[in-house]
């Protein structure tokens, strides 16, 4: 079955860059041009992956995404230029599932989209229970983590963060989900738990915490725990 | 209050008559205690004595009741015939006469001391006051300064309501909505003319106050009302007009001021704008031009091309696009840092991830590893910007991976107060004529051949700047160059989660 992607993007460039470089990988791509149009669009077929640019002429798409969530489960990424941190951040809170910064590579696109589909093919099953890669592995079910094959003992609260981050594994988990999650939504605001915490875990997972290859830093938005 | 001043006002000239009481008393006392041991003379002279007291202290209307006083209780008590008012020899009435002339001048006399004294110490007052306003305008800078200091000059020498509005000649007073429709226009007034109005000025004399203008014919910056004013007070008005002529200056340097640092701010904006432009077509073009070359070459010579030369234009159209991003990146950050606009998104950030995420990053331009890190465990936390921040050390490591070919050392290190960030690298340095400018936008534009490192840096020096650090540039002994961040630490770390 070829997967179906709306791309809702104004500028006619970059929409018919995406659309030839996702049909050549074999999707079928729909464009629209607002965010009228992609809520349109999304009534009659929804797609099975959403490209969502930030700054649309009509809106900056945080209630499509709302209106998407309402609905549909399927993957949301977020097409940003720099500087629009705030909004993106906004519209990841808001339920979007990653974002990727304009200019960006086909190959990112592709990667990202890769990630969101096998997030979503799962979560129709079961949520992700384990994770490896390289040395690392993850074991959510026996509450157990190893490195090299040996395990690792995390507190509590390392264990659940890391277990946020597994769940979402490949994909950017926003500092405001994070800190809801493990610490509860009153604990929003307090993102130096997080860089406490960040640390400690780093220092227990990373051969070098200071070039970490699991826990990424995605500065400014989140953290992602890598999956490549 | 009030009742409380009229006892007061009421109390005064009692006060006054009981002196005068006292004074004919002790005369008389005096008088009787030396009675038998003196003449009739010196008898008289006790009274002099009272008469001249009185008139020396206290006003001419109780001087010369002292005198008037004097001359009766002598005669009564110590004229012969004694207690009883007829005057034996004419010697006696010359004597009376003498004595109240005597009053009479003295208090005259004594009264002129007085007000001169009173006068003299009035305007020490207001010289002291005059130089004290000159003093303290010295350091004010803004108008509405200014006018504060003014006011309270004015309320300090004057007791009644004395008001200050500021304004230019022709386009009214800037708190003139507040003021009563005849102040206000009497202000104006005084301010067309550049005249003092008011009693005793032979202008509107019919006003309870006197209008004074600040400032001169042509330079004009308010005006001034002051009250209690009296026809009579000369001394009194060209104090007011003095601290106005006071007030008038600064408030025109003021002015002035002003006026020439927004013709500087006007220049020196003219001046960023033309190299902006001036760097832009360069620093964007060149790119531009060589993704456009490789581009149409593609496409028009695209059969005849070998697959390597293929790739080549391919691999220089990416990275030129890329370097053109960068350059569009560092510009736009500049200006919304040096354009007040950028408000930073500041919260407990920390350093050994930010690092961690630039490296990420550069390491793609790394692929041999030449960037060498060292970032020690711990390192307390910083309130920042982490995109800025990630931005400022990865421009620098990119300028010192094109620029030198050596082993690039990255070191964080941390002290009581301040986190540094030291880059090191072993290129060719900065020549020592292009240190001064170097964190300056565009300032060495392109005679090295190599391009887009002046803006890198000058968005560097800004970022640290927006974080209150500070970044400096040092040449290595032996060649190359280090870049120093260092940012201030919060005394107080967050605290973590009470468990």
Not at chain 2, 76 to 98: G, K, M, N, Y
Not at chain 2, 394 to 418: M, W
Request: with cysteine; proline share 4%.
């Amino acid at each position: 079955m070829t997967l179906r992607i709306l791309v809702v993007e104004d500028d006619r460039e970059i929409r018919s860059l995406m659309q030839s470089s996702l049909t050549v990988e074999g999707f079928e791509v729909q464009t629209a041009v607002s965010v009228s149009e992609a809520k349109a669009m999304l009534h009659i077929a929804p797609p099975d992956v959403l490209l969502l640019d930030l700054g649309l002429p009509d809106g900056d798409g945080i209630d499509l995404v709302h209106e998407v969530r309402k609905q549909h489960s399927l993957p949301v990424l977020v097409v940003s230029a720099r500087h629009q941190e705030a909004q993106k951040i906004q519209l990841l809170d808001a339920g979007a599932d990653d974002y990727l910064t304009k200019p960006f590579s086909v190959a990112e696109l592709l990667a990202r989209i890769r990630v969101s589909l096998r997030h979503r093919g799962t979560a129709l099953d079961a949520a992700i229970k384990v994770h490896e890669l390289d040395d690392l592995r993850v074991d959510l079910t026996l509450h157990q983590v190893q490195r090299d094959g040996e395990t690792l003992h995390l507190t509590p609260t390392e264990f659940k963060m890391l277990a946020r981050l597994v769940r979402s594994a490949g994909r950017v988990v926003t500092h405001r989900q994070l800190l809801s999650d493990v610490w509860g939504s009153e604990f929003t605001e307090h993102t130096h738990y997080l860089r406490l915490y960040m640390a400690q875990l780093r220092a227990k997972i990373e051969r070098d915490p200071a070039e970490p290859r699991h826990l990424l830093t995605e500065t400014g938005v989140g953290y992602r725990l890598a999956t490549v | 209050m009030n009742d409380v001043a009229v006892t007061a006002f009421r109390r005064q000239p009692l006060w006054r008559w009981f002196v005068v009481a006292l004074l004919l008393i002790g005369a008389t006392a005096c008088g009787y205690l030396v009675d038998h041991h003196v003449s009739l003379t010196s008898q008289a002279m006790v009274y002099v004595l009272a008469v001249v007291i009185a008139s020396y202290t206290l006003s001419w209307k109780e001087s010369i009741v002292c005198a008037v006083g004097a001359v009766t209780a002598f005669n009564f008590f110590f004229v012969p015939p004694r207690l009883t008012f007829q005057v034996d020899s004419q010697e006696h009435l010359i004597a009376l006469f003498t004595m109240l002339l005597v009053a009479l001048v003295i208090s005259h006399l004594a009264a002129g001391m007085r007000r001169e004294t009173e006068s003299a110490r009035l305007n020490a007052q207001r010289a002291g006051q005059l130089q004290k306003l000159a003093t303290e305008l010295a350091s004010a800078t803004t108008p509405d300064e200014i006018a504060v200091l003014g006011r309270a000059a004015l309320k300090s020498e004057f007791d009644g309501q004395c008001l200050l509005a500021l304004g230019l000649g022709g386009d009214g007073l800037t708190n003139g909505g507040e003021l009563p429709p005849a102040m206000s226009d009497a202000m104006q007034c005084c301010m067309k003319e550049a005249a003092v109005l008011g009693p005793g000025t032979g202008r509107w004399p019919g006003l309870d106050a006197w209008y004074l203008p600040l400032g001169t014919k042509g330079q004009m910056s308010g005006a001034v009302c002051v009250a209690p004013a009296l026809a009579g007070d000369t001394a009194g008005r060209e104090h007011a007009q003095a601290l106005c002529s006071l007030l008038g200056q600064a408030l025109w340097r003021a002015r002035l001021t002003s006026s020439m640092l927004t013709a500087q701010h006007e220049a020196q904006r003219q001046q960023v704008q033309s190299t902006f432009l001036a760097a832009i077509s360069h620093d964007l073009r060149t790119p531009l031009a060589a993704v456009i070359g490789a581009a149409s070459s593609l496409q028009t010579q695209h059969d005849k091309l070998s697959r390597v030369e293929q790739d080549r234009l391919l691999s220089s159209i990416v990275s030129e696009a890329t370097y053109l991003s960068n350059v569009t990146d560092n510009t736009l950050q500049l200006v919304r840092l040096t354009s007040s606009i950028q408000v930073l998104k500041q919260d407990w950030e920390s350093m050994e991830e930010i690092v961690g995420a630039v490296l990420a990053r550069v390491r793609q331009r790394d692929p041999s590893r030449r960037i060498k890190s060292k970032v020690p465990e711990k390192l307390p936390l910083i309130k920042a910007d982490p995109v800025l921040l990630a931005q400022l050390i990865g421009n620098l490591l990119d300028n010192a991976l094109q620029y030198s070919s050596d082993a690039i050392e990255l070191g964080v290190s941390a002290s009581d107060h301040e986190l540094q960030v030291c880059i090191k690298d072993r290129g060719p340095g900065i020549p020592q004529e292009q240190v001064q400018t170097l964190f300056e936008p565009f300032s060495h534009n392109d005679h090295s051949g190599q391009r887009g490192a002046g803006l890198g840096l000058a968005v560097c020096h800004a970022i640290a700047v927006a974080h209150g650090g500070s970044l400096t540039f040092r040449r290595r002994t032996g060649g190359g160059s280090t870049f120093a961040l260092t940012l201030p630490l919060n005394k107080q770390q967050p605290q973590r989660e009470q468990t």
